[in-house]
């Protein structure tokens, strides 16, 4: 990573602080207020010991030093512990409104354009990237001004008592955030990569284990184990390198700051000896000054130490947000849409003229599409895969941009609020999604239905087939995805789904691919009665049934080539009898 990206990356995580401006100010204020304490503790300490040693005092005299510098201990302790805890709620608000913006980004740009990456590398940027941030806010941003204040705090306490202690003091500081740096850097460039190769090993391990199956089939899994194997141990080497960058900045650290304080205490040392004779303004050195210099000058570097010790956080967050800014930039601005309502004092009729299916990046997914969707219409819509059927289905759903025009009602479709829109349609695809935790509310999602209604889809739907082995019957527990049901249970739990939503367009994805022939016939008779009620537009590959429907669509090459019965359709020459007839003879 060049130094001006690490500059672009950081200027990016600064400008995300003001999500926990508070609790920041906070985490600085408690810092400030405890280095003034330290202050008072070391020259309370110092000023007994010299009472102590050199003025003889007894120690009934100096009882109130005594409270004062325990005083200093608890409010030391109160303070560090007010700080960390304002830092960790700095921490989390960021990282959380950070999550936010993620998140609502991929819910505008929809599953359209989300799938475009495997599901571990969105999980890898919601969590472990978004996660490494905690150190960087919590920690090193307090750490930074208290990194300044701190030295600057103590260089004014021990300037008017000895300036040759200082000057030592204030000559090698600057060491220290120099090598960090010209260490930093390095660690910098080794997480971003780290990260790079964290979000592909998950993507890879989450598609490998989707698709075990299929592997074991092929007699793949020893290969893909290897690959796996290799994968792990290049990520290994990486985090190792990162870990050797982070010890190597702390010996640095530890070195120099050593150096210094062995040089104030040699100083002090030849002074006491009658060597030296300068640094204390003509008075002569005194057992208080020594003192003072030396309890104040590990604090004096402490901070520094500190800082050093988070700027590993500094580098894990600038790696973290490569892939976070760029996603943020990159990804497509999501449409605005005017404030409207559909309106629903007719039928639902659809109409497309010149429409254009466009990527969320802007490329153009088809060529101009015309057609006309009336009310309680039944249109099949059949092509070859890469046809462009499914971004058909999904500009109706809202989740991909077009171009021309697409008009609901006379409305076009991008002026209408999605949530609004997608009220009112019904989606059964190739993979169900059943998010909720029972069976019950996967099929309701919210809904509030009459029990006898609900009984009835399921029964339409075929559920009520395997509904009495469950454990609990509607009230089942599933695992995540609808984990404990076959493909077909849980298409059939979609379908029911589908039949239960008061909607006005159904829009149906190949619903029968992937099922065996009892559940594909129970799926679709349900759906054939179903489309009879609402407007209907099935995407399929099954030429027997097509003859049913109102219509036949077909789509080729993003091109709607053919529009009309099935029994008008196959009697002309043109895409749809080819394509019957090459069925024919796959068949037989």
Partial sequence: MNKSRQQELLRWLRQQRHHGARALRAASLYGFLAALVLIAQAWLLASLLQNLIVAQQPRTGLVTDFLLLLLCFVLRAVLHYAREMAGQRAGVAIRRALRQQVLDRLEQLGPAWIQGKPAGSWATLLLEQIEEMQDYYARYLPQMSLAVFVPCAILLAIFPVNWAAGLILLLTAPLIPLFMALVGMGAADANRRNFLALARLSGDFYDRLRGRETLRLFHRAAAEEQAIAASTRDFRQRTMEVLRLAFLSSAVLEFFASLAIAVVAVYFGFSYLGEFHFGAYGTGVTLFAGFLALILSPEFFQPLRDLGTFYHAKA?????????????????????????????????????????????????????????????????????????????????????????????????????????????????????????????????????????????????????????????????????????????????????????????????????????????????????????????????????????????????????????????????????????????????
Wanted: contains cysteine; hydrophobic residues 40%.
């Fill in 316 to 588: 894990q967050a600038t790696g973290g947000a490569d892939a976070l800014e760029t996603f943020l930039r990159e990804s497509p601005q999501p449409q605005t849409v005017a404030a409207g309502t559909l309106s629903l004092s007719a039928p639902l009729t659809i109409c497309a003229q010149d429409m254009q299916v466009m990527t969320a990046s802007g490329t153009a997914l088809s060529r101009p599409l015309n057609f006309t969707l009336r009310p309680g219409q039944r249109v099949a819509l059949v092509g070859e895969s890469g046809a462009g059927k499914t971004a058909l289905i999904n500009v109706l759903l809202g989740f991909l941009p077009y171009q021309g025009s697409l008009l609901i009602n006379g409305q076009e479709l991008r002026t209408l609020p999605r949530e609004s829109w997608q009220q009112q349609v019904a989606w059964v695809g190739q993979n169900p999604q059943l998010p909720a935790l029972t069976l019950r509310e996967n099929v309701l999602l919210h809904q509030q239905v009459p029990e006898p209604a609900l009984l009835s889809a399921l029964q339409r739907a075929g559920v009520d087939a395997f509904l009495p082995r469950l454990p609990d019957g509607l009230d089942t527990v599933l695992g995540e995805g609808g984990i404990g049901l076959s493909v077909g249970q849980a298409q059939r739990v979609a379908v029911a789904r589908a039949l239960l939503k008061p909607a006005q367009l159904l829009l149906l994805d190949e619903p029968g691919a992937g099922l065996d022939s009892q559940s594909e016939r129970h799926v679709m008779a349900a759906l054939q009665q179903a489309s009879t009620c609402q407007t209907t537009l099935m995407i399929t590959h099954q030429l027997d049934e097509l003859a049913q429907w109102d219509e036949v669509w077909v789509m080729q090459a993003g091109q709607l080539v053919q529009q009309g019965t099935w029994q008008q359709l196959i009697q002309q020459a043109g895409a749809l009898r080819d394509l019957a007839q090459h069925r024919q003879k796959e068949i037989s």
